[in-house]
């Protein structure tokens, strides 16, 4: 055997070992989808439960005490969430374009449409690139 000869079937044994491990790492692949497609649905399924038992808790059909307490953080959860989204609209109302005084530093603030205060003199607002004053 040449050298040309072992040159072609080391090139052919390296083809078919790269073909293998694509197969594998193919058929790897799919089962990863497959698997990650389960646990998709059983989130949903989860997520589905969680709501059926939270309409139970709601309802004040639901007798379990662990379940109650995680309900209970639910609606806790709801309320700050609330309180947070309100406080937030009364400040972007309020004080929508308006300058406000800095409280640690005393220097003038922009308020951006966007809510976000910047320091007056600042041409663009770095939290959504709108150009201020």
Known sequence: MDF????????????DTIGAKGKELM???QIQLQISSLRD????ALEELGALAYALFQKGALADE????VC?????????IAA????????HQAG?????????TGQALMKCDCGVENVAGVKF?????KKIG
Request: charged share 25%.
């Open 96 to 104: 929508k374009a308006g300058v406000v005084a800095a409280p640690a």
């Open 84 to 91: 947070i989204q309100a406080e937030h609209a009364q400040g």
């Open 66 to 69: 662990g379940a109650q307490a």
């Open 125 to 129: 607002c770095p939290s959504c690139g």
């Open 4 to 15: 040309f000869d072992k040159m072609k079937d080391g090139i052919s044994k390296g083809i």
């Open 41 to 44: 649905r059983r989130h949903k």
């Open 72 to 80: 209970a953080t639910i609606v806790s959860l709801d309320q700050q």
């Open 27 to 29: 058929e790897d692949t």
